[in-house]
């Protein structure tokens, strides 16, 4: 069954995400990396800490080696490229999340984070965070563009799930 919640909120990932690039593309390069009151300093800095988040939690569960990168690091600096990068990533999470099977979902899995220090924790609970650090840092971004003249999209899932 939890399959069937992280192929959800796999989707209601890639559809948020959609809606907060698409609204993103309607302010210059200027008002995207403008240094805001925010942890990752701006619009184009917190979306590349997601996609930075991102490729470190799936080269994790799909057990590749896990490339040591600053979360801070801007991983494109050009707009359109990094939106380019967010659609293939998209794609990946999504079918991370189809080919999900119970065993794999109730196992643990040992990590070392960007400190060096040795984890292991339920992937169950690791899958989550993994949504949930998506949601936690578009919500960053949906409050920094409150602070332009652009209106944030709505992201509430029930109204992007079923619209």
């Not at 992280?6 to 200027?30: E, G, K, P, W």
Request: hydrophobic share 40%; glycine share 4%.
């Amino acid at each position: 069954m939890l399959q069937k919640h992280f192929q959800m909120l796999a989707r209601y990932n890639t559809l948020a995400n959609h809606r907060i690039y698409d609204t993103c593309t309607l302010l210059s390069d200027v008002e995207l990396k403008r240094v805001r009151p925010a942890f990752f300093k701006s619009i184009h800095g917190t979306l590349n800490h997601i996609m930075v988040g991102d490729r470190i939690w799936l080269s994790r569960f799909t057990g590749q080696e896990t490339p040591f990168i600053k979360l801070d690091t801007i991983l494109y600096e050009d707009f359109a490229e990094l939106s380019a990068a967010r659609t293939l990533e998209d794609r990946r999470i999504e079918n991370f999340a189809a080919n999900l099977t119970e065993e794999f979902i109730k196992g643990t899995l040992k990590y070392v984070n960007n400190q060096g220090k040795l984890y292991e924790d339920p992937i169950e609970l690791l899958i989550t965070h993994f949504f949930n650090h998506q949601t936690h840092h578009r919500g960053q971004i949906h409050d920094m563009l409150t602070q332009t003249e652009i209106a944030p999209p709505v992201l509430d899932m029930h109204r992007i799930i079923n619209p």
